[in-house]
């Protein structure tokens, strides 16, 4: 029988879903720092290019803005625990540390719902509405519908936990590689009626109503491109093919990741259990700016001229022209350069 213990009493959580990977821990350790320090610099470089750039002071861009910050936000939330989980012998996390990431996933994965319905009402307006775009996609517009994505979700998420902290608990064992609301509130040996009613609220208020929102404007949108020229069709195609990509990536990772918590999934081979609940986490914040940066036309012009400025557009240039010439004239420097730097080591 579970022995009752008083929340205050505990101050660590365990997270079972590690497995002793041996000498392979700094292979996973070396895997996932790239993967971070990745998305660190996929998204802070489409920040600065978006910020920088008047040409891409425009609503669309803002709320693009507005995605990367957050999938900053929630690869932090993640990585250096995982990081420091990944080398560490014993698994435990402390209580606060554990809320704390609590709240960064859950407000991560409500911003994002929320983000991709404000970015999809914007392309209904542009694409089903043009005449009236700039009339009612005005700053206060956007600047009030920002707030609105991320101020709820914070509301939201500081409910969500001053809920489950003070609940009287069973055990500290949690079968994941990071913390999770639903985790938490199942070792409760009190009454959680107002947690799971409120986490139920909560999943329809944060995913089931934006994605609701997505449909009907996407079903409007295709309305409008079928009846519309090819010009309109190829536009909308290419300004909307991103977000759904987004949109769907996305929602498949924290379907799961529902259908994990709700459901015994036992059967389920542990290590699929632990990439597909990372899915969501791990994957989005990459996805989204290779997505993103290469199929937005502006985006991908700004950063094509940033990379390919005439100081190295006119050395590439040189060396096509006669690579011969260029491999001959370089390798020397190159070999003194290496010699150098072995003796200085």
């Not at 070396?30 to 891409?56: D, E, F, G, H, Q």
């Not at 260029?326 to 080591?345: E, G, I, Q």
Request: with cysteine; glycine share 2%; charged share 10%.
């Amino acid at each position: 029988m579970w022995r009752k213990i008083n929340s205050s009493l505990v101050s660590y959580f365990t997270l079972a879903a590690y497995v002793d990977s041996g000498l392979l821990r700094y292979l996973f350790f070396t895997m996932v720092l790239s993967l971070y320090l990745l998305i660190l610099c996929a998204n802070v470089l489409l920040i600065v290019v978006i910020c920088m750039n008047r040409s891409l002071h425009e609503p669309m861009y803002v709320f693009l803005c507005s995605l990367f910050v957050n999938e900053l936000y929630g690869s932090t939330g993640l990585f250096p625990l995982l990081l420091v989980q990944i080398l560490s012998d014993v698994h435990t996390v402390p209580r606060p540390l554990c809320f704390l990431q609590i709240f960064c996933v859950h407000f991560y994965a409500c911003v994002e719902f929320f983000n991709l319905a404000v970015m999809s009402y914007d392309r209904y307006l542009a694409i089903c509405c043009p005449l009236q775009y700039n009339t009612r996609m005005t700053t206060q517009t956007v600047t009030m519908l920002i707030a609105v994505t991320w101020l709820f979700p914070f509301l939201a998420i500081v409910v969500l936990v001053s809920l489950t902290s003070p609940l009287q608990l069973c055990g500290n064992i949690i079968h994941k590689v990071y913390c999770d609301n639903y985790s938490v509130v199942k070792l409760s040996c009190s009454d959680t009626t107002v947690n799971n009613v409120y986490g139920l609220m909560f999943t329809f208020i944060s995913i089931i109503l934006p994605l609701v929102l997505i449909l009907y404007t996407y079903v409007r949108i295709l309305k409008v491109c079928f009846s519309g020229s090819k010009q309109m069709r190829q536009k909308a195609v290419s300004t909307c093919t991103p977000h759904l990509a987004s949109l769907l990536n996305f929602s498949f990772g924290a379907c799961f990741e529902v259908l994990q918590n709700r459901f015994n999934m036992s059967s389920v081979p542990i290590m699929l259990r632990i990439f597909l609940s990372l899915y969501f986490l791990t994957c989005q914040p990459l996805f989204n700016p290779v997505m993103f940066g290469l199929k937005m036309s502006k985006i991908r012009n700004v950063c094509e001229s940033l990379f390919l400025r005439e100081d190295f557009k006119g050395l590439f240039l040189w060396f096509q022209a006669d690579e011969t010439k260029a491999v001959s004239t370089c390798t020397p420097h190159l070999a003194s350069l290496l010699h150098f730097s072995f003796r200085r080591l």
